[in-house]
């Protein structure tokens, strides 16, 4: 008789997930030496460190882009605009791209609108008599030139100047 011992060792197979969200700009995703091209999820077999199968499973994702639109208006005098770091000095639609939380690009509009501030003046002649002279709400005791800052039907600054001037009044004398 012959005695024959077996020692007979089973080595496990292997199996792993990978759970992977990209940008759409990182399409193809390469992975374990595969390209993929869209999300889903993919599974490949492999030969692991005990020469037996290795399961992987990835589960890939796609982080969306994000867009977003700031309607913004200001006044001129408000000039420049200040918006994700950048200054703007006129009305139109500007875009930056950032990254959003999830690495993914951010593009971001700025619709500027830039109301203007106004101007007026005002020339106005007037007789001593008719002093003091009101304007504005404002009174005036002397000839002059005076500006006043309003806010305009867009809520901007109007600058409206007044010219005043008071004629020197005039006397005759008749020899008769």
């Known amino acids: 008789d012959s005695v024959v011992t077996l020692n007979l060792t089973v080595k496990p197979n292997t199996s792993g997930t990978t759970n992977i969200g990209v940008c ?3 399409f193809p995703y390469s992975w374990n030496g595969q390209s993929y091209n869209a999300a889903g999820t993919y599974t490949v077999t492999l030969v692991n460190s005990n020469g037996c199968d290795s399961i992987a499973t990835l589960n890939l994702t796609v982080n969306p882009n994000v867009t977003s639109t700031t309607n913004t208006t200001i006044c001129a005098n408000q000039l420049p605009y200040v918006w994700n770091g950048q200054s703007y000095n006129i009305s139109g639609l500007h875009t930056v791209t950032l990254v959003s939380a999830a690495g993914c690009d951010s593009v971001a509009t700025l619709n500027l609108t830039v109301n203007p501030n106004t101007t007026s003046i005002t020339n ?11 304007w504005n709400s404002q009174t005036y ?6 500006n ?28 008769t």
């Open 141 to 146: 005791n002397a000839a002059g030139t005076y």
């Open 24 to 26: 759409p700009s990182h």
């Open 148 to 175: 006043l800052t309003l806010i305009n039907s867009n809520g901007c600054d109007s600058v409206a100047t007044l010219n005043l001037t008071v004629s020197a009044g005039s006397t005759s004398t008749t020899n």
């Open 124 to 134: 106005i002649g007037i007789c001593p008599s008719q002093l003091p002279y009101s």
